[in-house]
């Protein structure tokens, strides 16, 4: 079983920057691949970034490409999700999720375990 807890949400002006933790329990947690997804208001969940195990293999949402990076730090049982050049639009709940073998990186269904979320509010 994994556990995990998101952290780092918060309220930002447009154009500034946060950085999601996703803080995961349970010793197998650095064999998981990682993912982001985000809910925002009125739309349905969708894929943000990937992170392999290793962290050597990543992938991200074409709208999040160049701003957003995902990275993690398997001794601290920890992925990072960095957000930069923030939007209006990247306005939602942020979700992190972990599989031991995803079939499908980009796709909800795929990821066994889910956090509680963060919210992340981006004001214009």
């Known amino acids: 079983q994994v556990q995990l807890v998101e952290s780092g949400g918060g309220l930002v002006q447009a154009g500034g920057s946060l950085r999601l933790s996703c803080a995961a329990s349970?010793?197998?947690?650095?064999?998981?691949?990682v993912g982001w997804f985000r809910r925002a208001p009125g739309k349905e969940r969708e894929f943000v970034a990937t992170?392999?195990?290793?962290?050597?293999?990543?992938n991200a949402a074409d709208s999040v490409k160049g701003r957003f990076t995902i990275s993690r730090l398997n001794a601290k049982n920890t992925v990072y999700l960095q957000m930069n050049s923030l939007k209006p639009e990247d306005t939602a709940v942020y979700y992190c999720?972990?599989?031991?073998?995803?079939?499908?990186?980009?796709?909800?269904?795929?990821?066994?375990?889910w956090g509680q979320g963060t919210q992340v509010t981006v004001s214009s």
């Open positions: 999720a972990a599989d031991a073998r995803p079939l499908a990186l980009s796709v909800e269904s795929a990821y066994t375990f």
């Open positions: 349970g010793r197998t947690f650095s064999t998981y691949t």
């Open positions: 992170i392999n195990w290793s962290g050597g293999l990543t």
